[in-house]
């Protein structure tokens, strides 16, 4: 297929193997990229699944361990449970994972998100560069339920060395009139086109490597991206 | 770049003109598609942005032609809607569109959506593969404004031949465990994927081809992406 200037390629990295916690994470991407033959080019952006970063910084925890409150119990009792967690993030599923984490903690165990996934992105992001010379953008993901559409989509949780939202104010339209909507919510597309490779079945695919996006290199946070409370109408 | 068997390819197809009523969309594409050297594969995917599908189907309405009720003017003056449409959307802007429609309506003019987006994807796809005899996938997306986080996404409004809820149930983790979540929204992660490629700044780049996304084929509709109010904990 004849390539174009305006288009984008996802690909998975396979053979990712289990990972555990204190593992090198940038050591076994970098591993999996040789294996597939690829190098870093520049702008290139790994979508990590939230997963895999958790596991490597020790999120496991032994629900045996903790004390729920009565009121946790309760809610948990609704069935369903939308949660603002300590990082700002709305969860529909309270981001808490019980799903492919065996390996490690047995059946009592859930997996925690990280504790600032920004921060995980940004020292995954120095790791990768260091060692490749090569600047790269990091999103972390995870699958994510929303208000009023059923399914759960690829979002982002944390990221570094990409904008987390576009601003297109001033941008003018097909006719030069300024854009009435302003933000792209540039991190969550991505995050959302490298889900349709990692699936939620247990594939074992949880590093997607995206190559074409066009973005202005610079910080960013996933903090962007969440609505502050005095602007959200939906709660 | 050396492709693996886990990898998609978005494509956006350069070239296609302003597209006014009664246009011949299916035509126009495959003279893009021509130009650019392509044939559709099997489970291709097209990815129709909103914009040109409601011009070609002549939802251009004139707004001197309106007469708003008091409670809609009331609404508008609030500075943001949230409307539930007459097709069961749920939309931050409203699902009118005052942004490159200049060209057919002046400035009084705004873009309505579809009055029914799965059957213009049904039609559309019936016409693409009665000329080419491939069936593909079509998605009609929209860039919408979320709960809870800024940045609009690429939405699905309309599909044919696809999915648009990948049902999970009963997938076995990769400890044999059975899956929490069930349900993976595939035609909204493909249309915010294509959204990357499109933008929102008039680069009129409205339709992009994916290539590589693993589904079933069926009829699929967009309801399946809409949460039943009875089940709807968001309002």
């Known amino acids: 297929m004849q390539r174009t200037n305006s288009s984008i390629e996802l690909i998975a990295l396979d053979g990712i193997p289990l990972v555990h916690a204190r593992d090198d994470l940038a050591g076994i991407i970098l591993d999996a990229l040789a294996r597939a ?3 870093f080019a520049a702008r290139d952006i790994l979508v990590v699944a939230q997963k895999i970063v958790s596991k490597s910084e020790g999120r ?7 004390e729920p409150s009565q009121r946790a119990m309760d809610i948990a009792r609704a069935g369903i449970i939308i949660v603002e967690d300590v990082r700002g993030l709305v969860l529909a ?15 009592g165990s859930v997996l925690l998100l990280p504790a ?4 995980s992105a940004a020292n995954l992001r120095a790791a990768l560069e260091a060692r490749t010379g090569v600047n790269v953008g990091i999103i972390i ?4 339920g929303r208000a009023w559409r059923n399914g759960t989509v690829g979002t982002a949780i944390g990221l570094s060395g990409l904008p987390g939202l576009l601003d297109l104010r001033g941008t003018p339209d097909l006719f030069g ?7 792209l919510g540039l991190a969550d597309e991505i995050a959302a086109a ?8 247990g594939e074992g695919r949880p590093v997607v490597l995206v190559r074409g996006v066009s ?8 903090r962007e991206l969440l609505r502050p409370k005095s602007l959200d109408f939906f709660r």
Chains 1, 2 share one sequence.
């Open 37 to 39: 033959n690829l190098t």
């Open 194 to 201: 490298a889900s349709l490779l990692m699936g939620q079945a």
């Open 177 to 183: 009139r300024e854009l009435r909507t302003t933000d």
């Open 116 to 119: 600032d996934p920004d921060a």
């Open 60 to 66: 496991l925890v032994r629900l045996d361990t903790i």
């Open 141 to 144: 993901n995870d699958s994510v």
């Open 93 to 107: 599923n309270a981001g808490v994972d019980a799903s492919n984490v065996n390996a490690d903690g047995g059946d």
């Open 215 to 222: 973005y202005e290199r610079r910080e960013g946070n996933v």
